[in-house]
């Protein structure tokens, strides 16, 4: 088992910026996906950007552009930098780490946008 823990979420001002981390408690040299997902109330649980084990990014269409997806394994971290947020990137972020026979959540950090 993993436990995922993150940090960086908070209140911020539309087109401030914000880095979310997810620190694993061990490493996995399993084949994984990282992941950022998102939820805001009344809204389904939606994936906002991904990194695979060998580099690959994929990134919501609204969000490319503005946030960039990143890891350091050395730390057993990945990170979500947010930069010119907008209002409706209000949500609970969670982070994800993924593979066959295993699927990892983070207890969520809240983020919100004022305008």
């Known amino acids: 088992q993993v436990q995922l823990v993150e940090s960086g979420g908070g209140l911020v001002q539309a087109g401030g910026s914000l880095r979310l981390s997810c620190a694993a408690s061990?490493?996995?040299?399993?084949?994984?996906?990282k992941g950022w997902y998102r939820q805001a109330p009344g809204n389904q649980r939606e994936l906002v950007a991904s990194?695979?084990?060998?580099?690959?990014?994929n990134y919501a269409e609204s969000v490319k552009g503005r946030f960039t997806i990143s890891r350091d394994n050395a730390k057993n971290t990945f990170y979500l930098q947010m930069n010119n947020l907008k209002p409706e990137d209000t949500a609970v972020y969670y982070c994800?780490?993924?593979?066959?026979?295993?699927?990892?959540w983070g207890q969520g950090t809240q983020v919100t946008v004022s305008s």
């Open positions: 990194i695979i084990s060998g580099g690959l990014t």
């Open positions: 994800n780490v993924r593979g066959f026979g295993f699927d990892y």
């Open positions: 061990r490493s996995s040299s399993r084949t994984n996906v």
